[in-house]
């Protein structure tokens, strides 16, 4: 007989829109440069199905599972300390809109104690970065400290 526990996860659901296009968006996302110019930390990003990425240094990893550029996104990802082997799944939706970008964001499978932490992330060191991107050109102090501060939660364990 074999025994399955099922881990209880939650979801998080964000929307936000960029003054950019949905190609530059997908750009920001998935360029490992690009990527990297959001934390200042290093990322790794295949830009193949089946391809693996790390971000925040090893601190994220996973892999890509759909692709379709300028339009959507789809990754199974996780956090290095997650319960092992368990991925959540990362949907990216962009749609033109006027002005820029609608993305929808979904993250299926966040461990519970890790929702605050993760649902505030996104938002610090994913879409603030990228909106002061597009609108200003570069990345601010006051988006950069925010960064900063997030690394240090995720350093000390205090996500």
Same mark, same amino acid.
């Given at each position: 007989?074999?025994?399955?526990?099922?881990? &209880?996860?939650?979801?998080?659901?964000?929307?936000?829109?960029?003054?950019?296009?949905?190609?530059?968006?997908?750009?920001?996302?998935?360029?490992?440069?690009?990527?990297?110019?959001?934390?200042?930390?290093?990322?790794?990003?295949?830009?193949?199905?089946?391809?693996?990425?790390?971000?925040?240094?090893?601190?994220?990893?996973?892999?890509?599972?759909?692709?379709?550029?300028?339009?959507?996104?789809?990754?199974?990802?996780?956090?290095?300390?997650?319960?092992? &082997?368990?991925?959540?799944?990362?949907?990216? &939706?962009?749609?033109?809109?006027?002005?820029?970008?609608?993305?929808?964001?979904?993250?299926?499978?966040?461990?519970?104690?890790?929702?605050?932490?993760?649902?505030?992330?996104?938002?610090?060191?994913?879409?603030?970065?990228?909106?002061?991107?597009?609108?200003?050109?570069?990345?601010?102090?006051?988006?950069?400290?925010?960064?900063?501060?997030?690394?240090?939660?995720?350093?000390?364990?205090?996500?």
């Amino acid at each position: 007989m074999k025994i399955i526990q099922q881990l &209880d996860t939650t979801t998080i659901r964000q929307t936000v829109t960029f003054s950019a296009s949905p190609e530059q968006v997908y750009e920001v996302i998935i360029d490992s440069k690009k990527h990297e110019s959001l934390s200042g930390e290093k990322a790794s990003i295949s830009t193949e199905i089946g391809g693996a990425f790390t971000a925040w240094g090893e601190h994220i990893s996973g892999f890509n599972l759909v692709l379709q550029p300028g339009r959507r996104i789809v990754q199974a990802w996780r956090a290095h300390d997650w319960w092992a &082997d368990h991925y959540s799944i990362v949907t990216i &939706d962009l749609c033109k809109v006027d002005g820029g970008t609608e993305l929808r964001f979904s993250q299926v499978g966040v461990p519970p104690h890790r929702f605050d932490g993760h649902s505030r992330g996104w938002i610090e060191t994913y879409w603030r970065p990228m909106q002061d991107l597009f609108e200003k050109g570069s990345i601010g102090d006051q988006t950069r400290a925010a960064s900063a501060a997030a690394r240090q939660r995720i350093d000390q364990g205090n996500l």
